[in-house]
C-alpha cells in the first residue's frame, strides 16, 4: 500500500514537472475559466481561516492549487474591479468606473483591449455567465430590443448575464442581446429616476415587501424584495431570486459541454454573497449565520457541481481556474437580513481591517487561488499579485499580445513558480486611491466619514497620513506613519509616480 501511494506520489510529481516545463517555453491552450464572487470577503473560505463556515469545494482550489495570501481586486467595489479584471486598466484611470445603476451605458470603449478579445485572437471562444456591472448600450437603451453595446462587443461570444447587480433592477437575464423570456406584449421600462404610475414601491408599499429594506433600496419590488431603480412590465421575463444560483450554474455547464472541443475562456461571476441574500431553500439554515452564510455554501456548492462538470466532460486537467472576488465582504449592505445578528465568531475578512468600500486592507484583498489539476503543485504563495495582472499574464501563457495597460505579467507566480510578481499596486475605493508595495499599505489622507454608516463598515479615510506594515500588521492597527516620515516621503513619491500629485481631496 505504502509502495504504491509512493509510486503514484511520484507519477503524479514527473506529471507536473512535465507540464510545468511545457508551460515555460512553448505556449499552451488550456481552458481558461474565471470564477468571480461577489463581496466575498478574505476569511469567508475555511481555506483562509474560516472556522465557521465550511467551504470544501473552493477549499480544493485553494489547498490543491496557488493560494495567494496577497492577491488583490483592484477596487473596493464592484464595477471598477470588474473593469480592472477584463481590461487590465486601473479602475481609478476611468471616471465611470464607479458603482453603476441598471440603466447605465457600457463604460468598455469597444475599441478597448480586454481579456477575452486577447483570448479570441489566441484562437480562443470565450464566455461569460453570471453578474455584468459594467454598464449596457450607449445611453437611452431599449430594453425590449437588441441590448448592444455589451459583453459581445468587448471580447464575449456568449453572454448569459444579469446587467448589474441582484438589488438593481432590470431584475432579468440577458440571453446574448435579448432579455431572456420577454413577452413583447409586455415590454420592460425602466428608471432611475421616477416611478411609474400606479407601481408599487418598497417605500410606500411595505406590506408587499418580504424583506425589509435598510437604506436605499425602497423602490419597485419585485418576488417580495424591494430594489434599486424602478421598473415596469416584463413580468414573463423576471428572475426567481432563489433560483438565481442553479440558473447560472446550467448555463455555466452548457458553456462547458457546449465548447469543450475548443480552447475555451469562461468568466463566470456569481452572485453571491451580494445583497439581496436569496438562498435556494435548500441552503436556508444550513449555516446557522443566517442568509449570508446560507448563499455562501450554496457558492460552494455551486463550484463543485461546476468542477464536477469540467471532469466528467473530460476537461479538467486541461483547464486552469482562477478563483477570486470583487471586493471585501459587508453584512449590512442595504436589508435586514440577520448578516450581522448571526454572525457570531465568523470573521469574514479574516485578520483584515476593513471590508467592501474601505481603503483598508479588507476592502480589495480577497481570496485569490489558480488551480490546475496536473499542472500546479500546490503551494501558498505571498506574492503580491493583482486581478488586473489576468490580461498580460494570459497572455504569456498562450502565446499572444496584450496591448499595453497596467497589467503585468507574472504567469510565474500564478502558476506558482516563482515568489516575484508586482513591486506595487495603487487600489481604490470609492474613487480615493492608496498605495501597496513589499510590507506596505499608505493611505494618504481624505476628508469624509471615516465609517460607511449604512453598512457600519470603516472607510478607512483619515485627515491624516496613514502608514501600516500589514506583513507584522495585518490588521492595520498601529498607524506608523509619524515614526517614518522618510518611508513616507520614499513611497509617496513612488505612489504620485503612479497617480499623480491630484489624488487627494486635502490641501497640502
Ligand atoms: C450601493 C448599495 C449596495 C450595493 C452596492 C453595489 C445602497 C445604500 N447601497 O450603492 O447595496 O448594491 O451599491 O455593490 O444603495 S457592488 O458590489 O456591486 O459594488
Ligand atoms: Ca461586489
Known amino acids: 500500500m505504502k509502495l504504491k501511494n509512493s509510486i503514484s506520489f511520484l507519477m503524479a510529481a514527473i506529471l507536473v514537472v512535465m507540464n510545468a516545463a511545457a508551460v515555460g517555453k512553448n505556449p499552451v491552450k488550456p481552458n481558461i475559466v474565471v470564477i468571480y464572487l461577489d463581496d466575498l470577503g478574505y476569511g469567508d473560505l475555511s ?24 492577491g488583490y481586486a483592484t477596487s473596493a467595489t464592484c464595477t471598477p474591479s470588474r473593469y480592472g479584471l477584463l481590461t487590465g486598466v486601473y479602475p481609478w484611470r476611468n471616471k465611470k468606473a464607479k458603482i453603476l445603476p441598471g440603466s447605465a451605458p457600457l463604460i468598455i470603449s469597444t475599441s478597448q483591449e480586454t481579456l477575452p478579445k486577447m483570448l479570441k485572437r489566441a484562437g480562443y ?10 454598464g449596457l448600450g450607449d445611453g437611452n437603451l431599449d430594453w425590449n430590443a437588441d441590448i448592444t453595446p455589451g459583453p459581445r462587443q468587448v471580447g ?13 433592477v432590470p431584475t432579468v437575464y440577458i440571453d446574448n442581446d435579448k432579455v431572456d423570456g ?3 406584449k409586455d415590454p420592460i421600462e425602466v428608471s432611475y429616476r421616477k416611478n411609474f404610475e400606479g407601481e408599487p414601491t418598497g417605500e410606500d408599499n411595505p406590506e408587499l415587501t418580504t424583506m425589509k429594506w435598510h437604506h436605499g433600496h425602497n423602490n419597485s419590488i419585485v418576488n417580495g424584495i424591494p430594489r434599486i431603480g424602478y421598473m415596469k412590465g416584463g413580468a414573463a421575463a423576471k428572475w426567481t431570486d432563489t433560483d438565481m444560483a442553479d440558473h447560472f450554474l446550467k448555463k455555466a455547464q452548457a458553456y462547458v459541454k457546449n465548447n469543450k472541443k475548443e480552447p475555451f475562456f469562461l468568466y463566470y461571476a456569481l452572485q453571491q454573497p451580494h445583497v439581496p441574500r436569496t438562498p435556494h431553500p435548500r441552503f436556508v439554515g444550513k449555516s446557522g449565520m443566517g442568509p449570508r452564510g446560507d448563499v455562501i455554501l450554496e457558492a460552494d456548492w455551486v463550484i463543485g457541481q461546476f468542477m464536477k462538470t469540467l471532469e466528467e466532460e473530460g476537461v479538467l486537467e486541461n483547464t486552469l481556474i482562477v478563483f477570486s472576488s470583487d471586493n471585501g465582504p459587508v453584512l449590512q449592505d442595504g436589508y435586514y437580513d440577520d448578516a450581522i445578528q448571526k454572525l457570531g465568531d ?7 481591517r ?8 479588507g476592502g480589495t484583498r480577497v481570496p485569490f487561488m489558480v488551480y490546475w489539476k496536473g499542472t500546479i503543485a500546490p503551494k501558498v504563495s505571498d506574492a503580491l499579485v ?3 495582472d489576468l490580461l498580460a499574464s494570459m497572455a504569456a501563457l498562450v502565446g499572444e499580445k496584450a496591448a499595453a495597460t497596467d497589467s503585468e505579467n507574472v504567469l510565474p507566480a500564478l502558476l506558482g513558480k516563482s515568489n516575484k510578481a508586482r513591486k506595487e499596486l495603487v487600489l481604490e475605493a470609492g474613487g480615493k486611491t492608496w498605495y501597496r508595495t513589499g510590507n506596505w499599505a499608505l493611505i494618504p489622507p481624505y476628508k469624509g466619514a471615516s465609517l460607511s454608516w449604512h453598512s457600519l463598515v470603516e472607510t478607512g479615510i483619515l485627515e491624516e497620513m496613514q502608514l501600516y506594515n500589514v506583513t507584522k500588521d495585518t490588521g492595520e492597527q498601529n498607524n506608523v506613519a509619524k515614526a517614518n516620515p522618510r518611508t513616507v516621503k520614499k513611497l509617496l513619491k513612488k505612489f504620485e509616480a503612479i497617480r499623480g500629485t491630484h489624488y487627494s481631496n486635502i490641501k497640502k
Open 156 to 168: 464575449f461570444d456568449y453572454s448569459y448575464i444579469l446587467a448589474a447587480t441582484q438589488d438593481r
Open 182 to 184: 420577454l413577452d413583447p
Open 386 to 388: 493583482c486581478q488586473m
Open 125 to 134: 471562444t470565450t464566455g461569460i455567465v453570471g453578474k455584468w456591472h459594467l
Open 346 to 352: 465568523h470573521t469574514p475578512a479574516g485578520k483584515l
Open 47 to 70: 481555506a483562509y481561516g474560516a472556522t465557521e463556515l465550511n467551504t470544501p469545494n473552493m477549499d480544493v482550489l485553494a489547498n490543491e492549487g496557488i493560494k495567494f495570501t496577497n
Open 354 to 361: 476593513g471590508g467592501k468600500y474601505s481603503l483598508f486592507d
